[in-house]
């Protein structure tokens, strides 16, 4: 499996509060995502990067940020978390060579109250 | 636009049943394709490519999937499911090799009855 750890597993929180999922790999793959996903709704891809320090938005970046000081760590941070972004968070990263896919963590539980 | 679909959103087979997951694609060229598996409380595992070639590509847990140009078509195959299978299945299409064009159908969920 690839080297991919997502922190907290599990976290609830209130609304308002500021929270911040970390996504660890030791693979060196230079591509990162932040995908949720909900019941109906499938995989939204939130935020992605492409090198340290290289980010861009995907289809549901509002209320989101990323940042990635590091090839290893990616961040996902909810300025003032709310209801709405109660989820099951992914993390993937992808090895930029010709038709690789992405590799996955084992996600991370958000409830927002 | 650019989608991948999978039309059955639930199947039941019985064990030691044939599987045929369904995908089709949207695309203008022939993208680079994948299969994941998903159980509860899990993260997506790959199951198999297609990149080029062969159009039959064999994967991990004895999944096989066969690529249709013609059709626009890449379903997942097994010709005895296990109890253990049950689980989500999504279809993947990477579009371009830059990584944001990678497109998710909305899964198939397989329940395995004893």
């Known amino acids: 499996d690839a080297g991919i750890t997502q922190s907290p597993r599990h976290k609830v929180t209130e609304t308002g509060t500021p929270v911040t999922l970390r996504c660890h790999q030791t693979?060196?793959?230079?591509?990162m995502y932040w995908y949720r996903q909900d019941p109906g709704h499938g995989l939204r891809l939130i935020h992605y990067s492409y090198g340290v320090k290289d980010t861009d938005k995907g289809e549901v970046s509002d209320g989101y940020s990323v940042s990635r000081s590091k090839t290893e760590d990616f961040l996902l941070t909810l300025e003032s978390a709310t209801s709405s972004q109660t989820s099951v968070y992914f993390c993937?990263?992808?090895?930029?060579?010709?038709?690789?896919?992405?590799?996955f963590g084992d996600g991370t539980r958000l409830s927002i109250l | 636009a650019q989608s991948v679909t999978q039309p059955d959103i639930h199947i039941t087979v019985s064990e030691g049943a044939s599987l045929e997951l369904r995908c089709n694609y949207s695309?203008?060229?022939?993208?680079?394709l994948f299969w994941y598996v998903q159980s509860p409380g899990q993260g997506l595992q790959l199951l198999l490519k297609y990149f080029s070639g062969d159009t039959l590509v064999q994967g991990i847990k004895g999944f096989e999937a066969e690529f249709k140009r013609s059709q626009s078509s890449f379903n997942l195959r097994k010709p005895s499911v296990h109890w253990s299978d049950a689980a989500e299945y999504f279809c993947?299409?990477?579009?371009?090799?830059?990584?944001?064009?990678?497109?998710f159908g909305p899964g198939t969920r397989l329940s395995v009855l004893p």
């Open positions: 993937a990263i992808r090895d930029p060579g010709l038709g690789q896919p992405q590799h």
């Open positions: 993947a299409a990477l579009l371009d090799n830059y990584g944001q064009n990678f497109v």
């Open positions: 695309y203008g060229a022939t993208p680079y």
């Open positions: 693979e060196n793959h230079r591509y």
